[in-house]
C-alpha cells in the first residue's frame, strides 16, 4: 500500500471541458465548511451533477477516507438506498441487521465526503438516512443534488442558476465569451465543428440564442450540435418555431422547464427515424448498456436493424444524446437523466414501453443464466465483475417483474439465479434475500422455479446465521423437491440443511446430510453442488479434528476446480485445507495456503471469504505469536463492526478457545493492548497486515523439497495450478505453444509426477511467491 497521499474514493474524470461557476464552486465550498449537508437544487440539465462534482474534485484531498459519488437516478426502490450508497462507498455488508445501521457504523469513524446526486424521486428515503447518518458520523459531510430541497434542519441549500447570460446589447466576442453561457456555447461548438469561432458577424445571433436556451448548460450542449447543419440563425429560427408551437399547447410548466423541454424534444425531432426509436428504446436501460445489449433488446422489427445499430449509437453520441465511456469491447453508452425521461416517455406514448422492458428483463434473465452455468470456469472473475457493472440494469429487470402483474415467475427465476452473484462475497447477500423474499410472497403457487427460490433464500439466510428463516424454506423446498422430482433441489436443499445443522453444531447430522448431498449432486453431475459438499464436508472434519480425513477432501476438491479453471472455490478449499495441514503440524505451509486464500477471495471483493482465513491466522499464530493473534483478532473484530458482516457461527468455538488461549500467553494487559492496536487498523490495513507474515526461515522441515525448478518453471507450475491449457500459459507469459509444452513436460520429469493435477496439488501447498 502506498503511503503517498492520493485521492480515495470513485469520483468520475471529467470528459469535457468546465466551464465557468467560480462564484458557485467558492460559495459551495463555504456553505460545506458551515454545515455538514448542502443540497443543490435546481432545474434540470442547469448542471447541478457537474457542479457537485467540480465541488467535490476540490475538496478530496480534505477527507482521508475519500470522496464518493452516489448515482441514484436509477434507482426505483428507495428500500435499496443504503444498500446503494454502503456499495458506491465499499461498505460490504452481509448481515440480516437494517443496512442503514451497518452503514452507520461503516462510517462511524471516518472522514468522507458523499455525493448523492439525483435525490428528487427518493427524497424522503434520503433525508431520512442522511439525517440518520450525520447523527452518527461525525466526520461525514454530504453534498447532494436534486431538483428539490431535502428538508432537514442542518441542511443548507444552494440553488444552481442558470449560466451567465450576456444582456440584450451588441458586444464584441471577447467581451461575449466572458459569459458562461456564451464561452459553454463556443466550447461545445467548436468540439462539433472545428472551425467554430464566435465572430462579429455571428456573436449577435449566438448570444441570442444563449439568451434563448436561458443559460441551462444541457440545452447549450444539445443547440450547440446542431452547428454541423445550421448556422447559429438558422438554429435560433428554429427554435423560435418549436417554442411558438410548445406555447400554443396548454403546459403549464416554468419556463426553464419548457426550455429544456423544447430542446430535447426538437433534438428528437431532428433526428433521423432509427436514431428516435433507438433513443426510446434504449431508455428501458439502467445504469448504462453495450453495443450487444442495445442490438439484441432494440430490434424487434424493421423499424431498426441489428447491423444499424453501432452507427445509430454513434450518431445520437454525436448528437449529445448519449454518453460514451470506455473503449475497445469495453465501451458502455448512457443517457443523461433528463434525456432518459424523455426517451422513456416518448416509448411509454407509443404504446410498446412493456414489449421494451420485457426484452431487457429477458437479456438480462438470460445473462444471469449464463453466469450461472459459466461460473465453475476460467472466466469466474470477469463474471463477476460483469454482474456488477450491470448491477443497475439488473435490479431494473428484477423490478420490472415486481411491479408489471403476472412476471413475478421470472423474477423468481432471475432472482434464484443470480445466487452466485449474491453469495459470492461482493456483498450482496441480504439484497439478494429481499428480492427472494418478495417473489416468494408474490408467487406462492408451487413451481420449479419457487423450489430454487426457497432454497437459495434459505442459503442466503444460512450464510447471516439466521437458522430460524431458513429451517421452514427448506422444509417446503424439500417437499415441493420431491413433487417436481427435481433432483438438483434435492441435492441442495439436503446440503442446506447440512450447513445448517453446522450452524446449529450438529456436526454429526452436518457430516451425515452433506455426505447424502454429495452423493445427489454426483449423480446430477453439478460441479457446483459438489464442490460446495466436498468443502463443507473438509470444513466439518477440520472442526471434527479429523486434519486426515479434511486433506483428503481438500485435494478432490482442488482437483476439481483446477480441472475447471474457477478460482472462488479453490481459494475457500485453500481456507479449510490450511487449517487442516496447520492441525497436522505444518505451520509454513498453513500460512501460505491462508495468504493464497486472502489474495484469490480479495480478486472477488469477497470480504467475508478474506475475514475467515485471517481468523485461521489468528488461530495459527495464538500459541507461537501472541501479540500478533490479539492485534489480528482485534482487527477483526473492528471489520465485523465496520462492514457488518458477521462471523459464521460454526467459528465460534474454536475463535473462543484460541482468543482464551492467547489472553492466557499474554496476560489481560499486553493482550487488550495488542488487541486494540489491531481494532484501530482500518479492514485494509488489518489484511495488510496479515498478509505481512513471511512464512519464518529455518522452519522449513514441514516443506516439500523445491524440486529443483528453475523460474520459469516454477511460474509456469503455478499457472499450471490455476488451471491453464498450455495454449493460455503460452498466451499469458508471450511464449510459443511448444516451449510451454516442453516446460511442462521438464517440470513433470523433474518432479517425478504423472498428470498435471500432481503438479498443481503440490504448487499449492508451496508459499507463493507474489510478484
Ligand atoms: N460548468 C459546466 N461546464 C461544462 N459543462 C457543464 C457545466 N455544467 C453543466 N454542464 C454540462 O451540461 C449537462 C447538464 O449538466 P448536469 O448533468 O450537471 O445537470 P443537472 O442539473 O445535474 O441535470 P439533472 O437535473 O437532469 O440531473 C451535462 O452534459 C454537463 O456536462
Ligand atoms: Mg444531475
Known amino acids: 500500500m502506498s503511503k503517498s497521499p492520493r485521492r480515495v474514493g470513485n469520483l468520475p474524470a471529467e470528459v469535457t471541458v468546465f466551464v465557468g461557476r467560480r462564484r458557485e464552486v467558492a460559495e459551495a465550498k463555504r456553505l460545506l465548511a458551515a454545515s455538514r449537508l448542502v443540497t ?85 428515503a434520503c433525508a431520512e438516512l442522511v439525517g440518520r447518518l450525520l447523527a452518527t458520523a461525525p466526520g461525514l459531510v454530504v453534498l447532494a443534488t436534486g431538483r428539490q430541497a431535502l428538508r432537514l434542519p442542518e441542511e443548507r441549500v444552494l440553488r444552481v442558476p442558470p449560466m451567465s447570460l450576456p444582456e440584450d446589447r451588441v458586444l464584441q466576442p471577447a467581451r461575449l465569451l466572458q459569459y458562461e453561457a456564451v464561452n459553454l456555447f463556443a466550447e461545445r461548438a467548436s468540439a462539433a465543428v472545428s472551425d467554430f469561432h464566435v465572430t462579429p458577424e455571428n456573436s449577435a445571433a449566438v448570444a441570442r440564442l444563449c439568451r434563448r436556451l436561458d443559460g441551462i448548460p444541457l440545452a447549450i450542449e444539445l443547440a450547440a450540435v446542431q452547428l454541423r447543419a445550421l448556422s447559429p440563425e438558422q438554429v435560433l429560427e428554429r427554435l423560435d418555431d418549436r417554442y411558438r408551437l410548445l406555447r ?78 470506455g473503449s475497445g469491447d469495453r465501451v458502455r453508452y448512457r443517457l443523461l437523466e433528463t434525456i432518459q425521461h424523455y426517451g422513456r416517455n416518448r416509448l411509454r406514448a407509443t404504446g410498446v414501453e412493456t414489449v421494451f422492458r420485457s426484452r431487457h428483463r429477458d437479456w438480462y434473465q438470460r445473462m444471469a443464466a449464463r453466469a450461472e452455468a459459466e461460473w465453475f470456469g476460467p472466466d469466474q472473475v470477469e463474471w ?90 427448506l422444509a417446503e423446498s424439500r417437499a415441493l423437491a420431491r413433487r417436481f422430482d427435481d433432483d438438483t433441489a434435492l441435492a441442495y436443499t439436503t446440503q442446506i440443511a447440512g450447513l445448517v445443522a453446522l450452524h446449529r453444531g450438529d456436526l454429526t447430522n452436518a457430516v451425515a446430510l452433506i455426505r447424502q448431498a454429495l452423493r445427489l449432486h454426483e449423480a446430477t453431475g453439478d460441479p457446483v453442488g459438489t464442490a460446495h459438499a466436498l468443502i463443507r464436508l473438509a470444513t466439518a472434519a477440520v472442526l471434527l479434528g479429523d486434519a486426515h480425513t479434511a486433506v483428503t477432501l481438500c485435494t ?33 505451509r498453513a500460512i501460505a495456503l491462508e495468504h493464497k486464500c486472502i489474495r484469490l477471495k480479495s480478486e472477488f471483493d469477497d470480504l467475508l471469504g478474506v475475514c475467515v482465513a485471517i481468523e485461521a ?58 488487541f486494540r492496536r489491531g481494532s484501530e487498523l482500518s479492514p485494509d490495513e488489518v489484511i495488510g497486515y496479515a498478509l505481512e507474515e513471511r512464512a519464518e526461515p529455518g522452519g522449513a522441515a514441514d516443506e516439500p523439497a523445491p524440486g529443483g525448478l528453475t523460474r520459469r518453471e516454477r511460474q509456469i507450475a503455478e499457472l499450471l495450478a490455476e488451471g491453464y491449457s498450455n495454449k493460455k500459459i503460452a498466451a499469458t507469459l508471450v511464449i510459443s505453444e511448444r516451449t510451454a509444452e516442453s516446460h511442462v513436460e521438464n517440470i513433470l520429469k523433474k518432479l517425478g509426477f504423472t498428470s498435471r493435477t500432481q503438479v498443481a496439488a503440490w504448487v499449492t501447498e508451496r508459499p507463493s511467491h507474489p510478484a
Not at 439 to 456: H, I, M, N, T
Request: one cysteine or more.
Open 40 to 124: 443543490l437544487t435546481g432545474v434540470g440539465g442547469v448542471g447541478k451533477t457537474r457542479l457537485a462534482l467540480r465541488v467535490a474534485g476540490e475538496l478530496q484531498r480534505g477527507f482521508p477516507d475519500g470522496a464518493w459519488l452516489v448515482e441514484l437516478a436509477d434507482l426505483s426502490d428507495p428500500g435499496l438506498l443504503p444498500q446503494t450508497v454502503a456499495s458506491a462507498v465499499g461498505a460490504r455488508s452481509q448481515s440480516a441487521r437494517h443496512m442503514a445501521d451497518s452503514l452507520a457504523s461503516y462510517l462511524a469513524g471516518k472522514r468522507l465526503l458523499l455525493v448523492l446526486d439525483n435525490c428528487e424521486h427518493l427524497s424522503s
Open 384 to 473: 463477476s465483475a460483469r454482474l456488477r457493472q450491470e448491477h443497475a440494469n439488473l435490479r431494473a429487470a428484477l423490478d420490472f417483474c415486481l411491479t408489471e402483474p403476472g412476471e413475478a415467475r421470472s423474477g423468481l427465476a432471475i432472482a434464484g439465479t443470480l445466487r452466485v452473484y449474491w453469495l459470492s462475497g461482493t456483498g450482496f447477500v441480504s439484497e439478494g434475500r429481499r428480492w427472494l423474499d418478495q417473489f416468494l410472497a408474490l408467487d406462492q403457487e408451487p413451481s420449479p422455479e419457487r423450489v430454487k427460490g426457497l432454497w437459495c433464500g434459505a442459503w442466503l439466510a444460512a450464510l447471516q446465521n439466521d437458522v430460524e428463516a431458513a429451517e421452514p424454506m
Open 556 to 588: 478432490q476438491s482442488l482437483a476439481m476446480s483446477q480441472v475447471h479453471g474457477e478460482r472462488w472455490f479453490r481459494a475457500h478449499t485453500l481456507w479449510v485445507l490450511g487449517i487442516a495441514r496447520w492441525e497436522q503440524g505444518g505451520h509454513r
Open 617 to 674: 491466522l489468528a488461530w495459527i499464530a495464538a500459541t507461537e505469536r501472541a501479540e500478533r493473534a490479539a492485534t489480528l483478532f482485534g482487527g477483526l473484530s473492528r471489520i465485523w463492526q465496520v462492514t457488518g458482516l458477521s462471523r459464521l457461527s460454526y467459528l465460534d468455538e474454536p475463535h473462543h478457545r484460541y482468543e482464551a488461549m492467547t489472553r492466557h500467553a499474554l496476560g489481560d494487559h499486553a493482550y487488550e493492548k495488542a
Open 248 to 325: 400554443g399547447g396548454s403546459r403549464i410548466a416554468a419556463p426553464r422547464h419548457q426550455t429544456l423541454h423544447a430542446l430535447i424534444g426538437w433534438s428528437f425531432g431532428l433526428c433521423t427515424a432509427e436514431e428516435r426509436t433507438l433513443w426510446m428504446r434504449v431508455s428501458v436501460f439502467s445504469g448504462g448498456f453495450d453495443l450487444d445489449a442495445a442490438k439484441e433488446v432494440c430490434c424487434v422489427d424493421d423499424e431498426l436493424a441489428p447491423d444499424r445499430v453501432a452507427a445509430t449509437l454513434r450518431s445520437l453520441v454525436d448528437r449529445s444524446v448519449l454518453i460514451r465511456n
